[in-house]
């Protein structure tokens, strides 16, 4: 299974730097609407200073939950579980692991309803 920690590895190296630059941006929102009195809730020129922030705000969310799912897999490759499905057993394709590095279940129990909350 080095393949799949050398994979899992490149993954949180990946996901770490693009936090890191979500985190900057998030920064940057803050910091633009920090003494500004300008009304942005109705700016004529689109998007909000207000959504963008929000925006990135949902990114880095989603980019630590990512880093804590590659954490939980390599937990399982050390503990040797890693590459079975958590809810049938079975082993998990390695095109789908190739695909998904993180991924808990089969592709089979993925897409059943029992599956579902494993995906």
Same mark, same amino acid.
């Given at each position: 299974?080095?393949?799949? %920690? $050398?994979?899992?590895?490149?993954?949180? @190296?990946?996901? +770490? =730097? !693009? &936090?890191? *630059?979500?985190?900057?941006?998030?920064?940057?929102?803050?910091?633009?609407?920090?003494?500004?009195?300008?009304?942005?809730?109705?700016?004529?020129?689109?998007?909000?200073?207000?959504?963008? %922030? $929000?925006?990135?705000?949902?990114?880095? @969310?989603?980019? +630590? =939950? !990512? &880093?804590? *799912?590659?954490?939980?897999?390599?937990g399982r490759l050390d503990a040797g579980t890693y590459g079975t499905c958590a809810v049938?057993?079975?082993?998990?394709?390695?095109?789908?692991?190739?695909?998904?590095?993180?991924?808990?279940?089969?592709?089979?129990?993925?897409?059943?309803?029992?599956?579902? *909350?494993?995906?």
């Open positions: 299974m080095t393949g799949a %920690r $050398s994979r899992l590895e490149d993954e949180r @190296r990946r996901t +770490e =730097q !693009h &936090l890191a *630059a979500l985190r900057g941006d998030y920064r940057g929102f803050v910091e633009a609407s920090k003494d500004s009195n300008a009304d942005d809730e109705h700016d004529p020129e689109g998007a909000t200073i207000a959504f963008e %922030r $929000s925006q990135v705000g949902a990114l880095v @969310r989603q980019a +630590e =939950q !990512h &880093l804590d *799912a590659i954490a939980a897999a390599l049938c057993g079975r082993p998990i394709p390695a095109a789908r692991l190739e695909v998904r590095p993180t991924a808990t279940t089969c592709v089979g129990c993925a897409t059943s309803a029992a599956g579902s *909350a494993h995906r």
